[in-house]
């Protein structure tokens, strides 16, 4: 059964959650340019991120099997470093802590979903348009003078 929590002050578990995420997005390796954040990541700026956003982790017994950060904005709740197990990909999980983004959201009385998705990931742009985003512009990291990703939105209802 997967249990959905918070994290807070008493979480540990911060080299599981760095393994986690590096695994889920390892797949871009090669495809993406530039290369993911991810690979930025450190287990201070990891627990920095969680104490400056809020982040949600998804647990089915002691495996950590998810994960998604979310950072308040002036009209919606930005979505980052969603992230599911390799080998849980596809059972919900992602679905279940974006139920999670969408219920902060309203919370916090703002009315979207924001993220930011690769360009070349096209099939993740079509599992967020099967989820309810839309695409709403496109962006070019620093450097770039092509398009490298795009925003999609989620209207809520």
Same mark, same amino acid.
């Given at each position: ?42 287990? !201070? $700026? ?8 809020? /982040?949600?982790? #998804?647990?089915?017994? *002691? ?48 009315? !979207? $979903? ?8 096209? /099939?993740?742009? #079509?599992?967020?348009? *099967? ?27």
């Amino acid at each position: 059964m997967i249990e959905i929590s918070r994290i807070d002050g008493q979480f540990r578990g911060w080299d599981e959650l760095l393994a986690l995420i590096l695994s889920s997005f390892a797949y871009m390796e090669g495809v993406i340019d530039p290369p993911s954040s991810a690979h930025r990541l450190t287990l !201070a $700026l990891l627990a920095q991120k969680a104490r400056d956003e809020m /982040a949600f982790i #998804a647990k089915d017994g *002691r495996s950590l099997v998810g994960c998604i950060f979310l950072k308040l904005e002036l009209r919606c709740v930005y979505v980052g470093k969603l992230a599911v197990a390799p080998d849980r990909q596809g059972k919900g999980i992602g679905r279940r802590l974006l139920d999670v983004a969408e219920t902060v959201a309203r919370e916090h009385g703002v009315p !979207a $979903l924001r993220l930011e998705t690769r360009i070349e990931l096209a /099939a993740n742009h #079509a599992g967020f348009f *099967r989820w309810g985003f839309l695409k709403t512009g496109e962006n070019s990291h620093p450097g770039y003078a092509r398009v490298t990703s795009i925003e999609m939105t989620k209207q809520l209802g």
